[in-house]
């Protein structure tokens, strides 16, 4: 699986953004989804995550983005998306999208795109 992400930029605080994942090689839809961010100076931490649609869709959240942040995704179109919302400067980081089995741990994922920076100004 190829993972290309998209959709990063600067805004200001309280904006909107709208990151895409688009995956190409193998099934798409057998794969759970995840979005990771990592600040600099800062580990790598989980944001969202989406389970496959035979499992039913699940989705999962890190508490700073609850309620501000939504994954979804679109399996005839191999996307998945991050619609954040209430954007904030802490929000700042490089934005990674994953494939493999939902979960919040970054060991948990195989295919990793190449990230996209969101830049939120205060």
């Known amino acids: 699986v190829q993972l290309q992400a998209s959709g990063g930029g600067l805004v200001q605080a309280g904006g909107s953004l709208r990151l895409s994942c688009a995956a190409s090689?193998?099934?798409?839809?057998?794969?759970?989804m995840g979005w990771f961010r990592q600040a600099l100076g800062k580990e790598r931490e989980f944001v969202a995550a989406?389970?496959?649609?035979?499992?039913?869709?699940?989705?999962n959240y890190a508490d700073s983005v609850k309620g501000r942040f939504t994954i979804s995704r679109d399996n005839a179109k191999n996307t998945v998306f991050l619609q954040m919302n209430s954007l904030k400067p802490e929000d700042t980081a490089v934005y990674y999208c994953?494939?493999?089995?939902?979960?919040?741990?970054?060991?948990?994922?195989?295919?990793w795109g190449q990230g996209t920076l969101v830049t939120v100004s205060s």
């Open positions: 090689g193998r099934i798409f839809s057998s794969y759970d």
């Open positions: 994953a494939a493999g089995r939902s979960s919040r741990l970054a060991s948990r994922y195989d295919y």
């Open positions: 989406i389970s496959n649609s035979r499992s039913g869709i699940v989705t």
